[in-house]
């Protein structure tokens, strides 16, 4: 069974830090690419960034290029997202999810390539004063 679990939310001032996590009890999650996505109240799931199995390509998308970083370490069977200077914006349910193949940036605009049953249950991040 292929679910993922992220952790890691709460609530952070704008300009704060925050650091999520993602693993899986039931698989060993270097096997796959994994994409985190999030979906802001009243808005649809998008795409935020991705990481290969192998840790050595990822991608985001602009509005977080150079904020947040992406990250996995295999051996504990977990992926990060280390997200800072971070705005009222970036409010959102965050999710992590594994792909069919390996990391493109296509995968997290257009939502493509995903297993869809892998996807966890979110973590709440909110970025308020």
């Known amino acids: 069974h292929l679910q993922l679990v992220e952790s890691g939310g709460g609530l952070v001032q704008p300009g704060g830090s925050l650091t999520l996590s993602c693993s899986a009890s039931?698989?060993?999650?270097?096997?796959?690419?994994i994409g985190w996505f999030r979906q802001a109240p009243g808005k649809e799931r998008e795409g935020v960034s991705c990481?290969?199995?192998?840790?050595?390509?990822?991608n985001y998308v602009d509005s977080v290029k150079g904020r947040f970083t992406i990250s996995r370490d295999n051996a504990k069977n977990t992926v990060y997202l280390q997200m800072s200077s971070l705005k009222p914006e970036d409010t959102a349910i965050y999710y992590c999810?594994?792909?069919?193949?390996?990391?493109?940036?296509?995968?997290?605009?257009?939502?493509?390539?995903?297993?869809?049953?892998?996807w966890g249950q979110g973590t709440q991040v909110t970025v308020s004063a």
């Open positions: 039931e698989f060993t999650l270097n096997d796959y690419a």
């Open positions: 999810v594994a792909l069919k193949l390996t990391c493109h940036r296509t995968n997290i605009l257009y939502s493509v390539g995903l297993i869809a049953d892998s």
């Open positions: 990481i290969s199995n192998s840790g050595d390509s990822t």
